[in-house]
């Protein structure tokens, strides 16, 4: 059973920054694909960023631009850098991860973008 542990939520002003990590209890490289999804309340849970293991990389087009998801080996995470944020970026977000025809979810992190 993989586990993934979120990290990185909060509170930041429109316009601001925050970065999100994600860290498996498997090596980053065995993934066949890992991501970022988002959901508020009484929505579907949506795209917002993913990765395959081949290093390439996938965006929601409300985030192209401002977000960039990245793994890091040495800390072994998945991460995912958010500038200019808005308020309508407001969710929790979730760590995604395929991996050997199975789909694994972390349990979120809450975002909050207001004055």
């Known amino acids: 059973q993989v586990q993934l542990v979120e990290s990185g939520g909060g509170l930041v002003q429109p316009g601001g920054s925050l970065s999100l990590s994600c860290a498996p209890s498997?090596?980053?490289?065995?993934?066949?694909?890992m991501g970022w999804y988002r959901q508020t309340p009484g929505k579907e849970r949506d795209m917002v960023a993913v990765?395959?293991?081949?290093?390439?990389?996938g965006y929601g087009d409300s985030v192209k631009g401002r977000f960039t998801i990245s793994r890091d080996g040495a800390k072994n995470t998945m991460d995912l850098r958010m500038n200019d944020l808005k308020s309508e970026d407001t969710a929790v977000y979730y760590c995604?991860?395929?991996?050997?025809?199975?789909?694994?979810w972390g349990h979120g992190t809450q975002v909050t973008v207001s004055s």
């Open positions: 995604n991860a395929y991996i050997k025809g199975s789909n694994y």
């Open positions: 990765i395959y293991g081949s290093g390439s990389t």
């Open positions: 498997e090596s980053i490289f065995s993934f066949s694909m």
